[in-house]
Every structure is written in structure tokens, then in C-alpha cells.
């Protein structure tokens, strides 16, 4: 099990430019689950919706991607300890959304998968397992 940030599903939705974490994360879900915070389900929404309105990507083709994308074994954890999120946003400087996906990582001891460099750094930090070594 590993924690998948939404910049990661955003990247496989909008197809972009191949980067070799995306890839490596995708095949790990072959053999592998993703688990996410609820407000994962409203990051990757606004991800297409931002894409929609800068026409980056079609109406049609979100729809699309969205349905693969629901098809892949990513699990939604509903037990975030928001108090526990809000120190963590406090200590390294996050946003209360990022840290959510801290807190789960922390909770679940497992690694966390984003591009976000910040978030990641918080996660050494919090000497969590690294992806690297995990993917």
C-alpha cells in the first residue's frame, strides 16, 4: 500500500509529457494499492475542471479518463485526524490539504507518492518509507 497525492492521478489524467515516477507509480497499482483521502476525489475533479476551462483537455475526454481512472485500485480512507493534519500543516509549512495526505501516509506508515516537492520533503522528514525504494 502507498499513498497517492493527486498530482500524480492529475498527470495520468491530462496525459502529460511521460515522467518516469507517474509510470513507475501506475505499475506499481498492477500488483499494488493507492490508498487517498476523501478530498482526493475533489482535487482530481478541479484538476480536469482547471484543464476543461484552459483547453487542455475536452469535456468528452475527462469524462473519459475520470471513468479509467476509477477503474485502478485506489482506496478512499475516511479516518483523517484533521487536529493531527493542522500540527503537521503548521510544522513544515503545508497546506491543510497536503497535510491531509501526510497524516494518512504517517498513520498508515507507507510511502507517499507526488510531485509535490515540499510535501515530499515533509515526508523524509517524517522519516516515512521512501517511494523510491518501495516502487
Not at 109 to 115: G, I, K, M, N
Request: charged residues 25%.
Amino acid at each position: 500500500m502507498f499513498i497517492l497525492d493527486a498530482s500524480i492521478a492529475g498527470a495520468w489524467l491530462l496525459e502529460e509529457t511521460t515522467n518516469p515516477l507517474s509510470e513507475r507509480v501506475l505499475a506499481r497499482l498492477e500488483d499494488d494499492e493507492a490508498a487517498v483521502p476523501q478530498i482526493w476525489h475533489l482535487e482530481v475533479r478541479n484538476c480536469l475542471l482547471v484543464a476543461q476551462r484552459r483547453r487542455r483537455i475536452a469535456s468528452s475526454r475527462s469524462a473519459e479518463r475520470l471513468a479509467a481512472l476509477y477503474t485502478l485500485p485506489i482506496r478512499i480512507d475516511a479516518d483523517a485526524d484533521f487536529d493531527i493534519a493542522f500540527a503537521l500543516a503548521e510544522r513544515h509549512g503545508l497546506t491543510f490539504y497536503d497535510a491531509v495526505y501526510l497524516e494518512l501516509a504517517k498513520r498508515r506508515f507507507a510511502p507517499l507518492a507526488t510531485f509535490d516537492k515540499a510535501l515530499g520533503r515533509a515526508a523524509a522528514v517524517e522519516q516515512l518509507p521512501s517511494l523510491f525504494e518501495s516502487v
